[in-house]
T-cell receptor, first 111, second 111 residues
Framework: DAGITQSPRHKVTETGTPVTLRCHQT?????MYWYRQDPGHGLRLIHY???????DKGEVSDGYSVSRSKTEDFLLTLESATSSQTSVYFCAISEWVNEQFFGPGTRLTVL | QKEVEQNSGPLSVPEGAIASLNCTYSDRGSQSFFWYRQYSGKSPELIMFIYSNGDKEDGRFTAQLNKASQYVSLLIRDSQPSDSATYLC???????????FGQGTRLTINP
């Protein structure tokens, strides 16, 4: 995951506050994805992007928004964080949609 | 019915034996299949992918695909303690721009 970074790596916040997670890639890959991982649920897709300014929803998109203004950056925003959004968030990239490579993850705790 | 199902385990295998991990999927339009390995506290890493019916071998790993029965499996020969991890199965439908992941199988190799 040398070509993918996520920031912050850990964050603790309070219910109702906005939170933005950043995914940055140096691989110039077309596709970028945000997942959350929770015990018993595996990886669930939140949103994904297939190009600059081109995004679409995944299976658990409620309460999340994304933006991609540059090829290398994909931002995930929680407009008003809730305790149910406590999770580990992974960003992934791929040039061809199938072979995805993951970033190191962000552990988010909402109190 | 979940789109991609895996036995969550834990699956316990003695060192040197063959570990067999299974995954079933519900959508007959699925075209490509992936196995990811995830060590505790780390991000998923791609270890195998398979597109065609039959077997695909890579070192100690063999992926098997049976589209008629809608299952894909991963065999790990000569299992090592370093193979202890959670293994995630992922499936992509033709034309879709995203993967669907199973919940993962936790594998433990006992010395």
């Amino acid at each position: 995951d040398a070509g993918i970074t996520q920031s912050p790596r850990h964050k603790v916040t309070e219910t109702g506050t906005p939170v933005t997670l950043r995914c940055h890639q140096t691989e110039n890959h077309r596709y970028m994805y945000w997942y959350r991982q929770d015990p018993g649920h595996g990886l669930r897709l939140i949103h994904y992007s297939y190009g600059v300014k081109d995004t679409d929803k995944g299976e658990v998109s409620d309460g999340y928004s994304v933006s991609r203004s540059k090829t290398e950056d994909f931002l995930l925003t929680l407009e008003s964080a809730t305790s149910s959004q406590t999770s580990v968030y992974f960003c992934a990239i791929s040039e061809w949609v199938n072979e995805q490579f993951f970033g190191p993850g962000t552990r988010l705790t909402v109190l | 019915q979940k789109e991609v199902e895996q036995n969550s385990g834990p699956l316990s295998v003695p060192e040197g034996a063959i570990a067999s991990l299974n995954c079933t999927y519900s959508d007959r339009g699925s075209q490509s299949f992936f196995w990811y390995r995830q060590y505790s506290g780390k991000s998923p890493e791609l270890i195998m992918f398979i597109y065609s019916n039959g077997d695909k071998e890579d070192g100690r790993f063999t992926a098997q695909l049976n589209k008629a029965s809608q299952y894909v499996s991963l065999l790990i020969r000569d299992s090592q303690p370093s193979d202890s991890a959670t293994y995630l199965c992922a499936v992509n439908k033709e034309g879709a721009q995203k993967l669907v992941f199973g919940q993962g199988t936790r594998l433990t190799i006992n010395p």
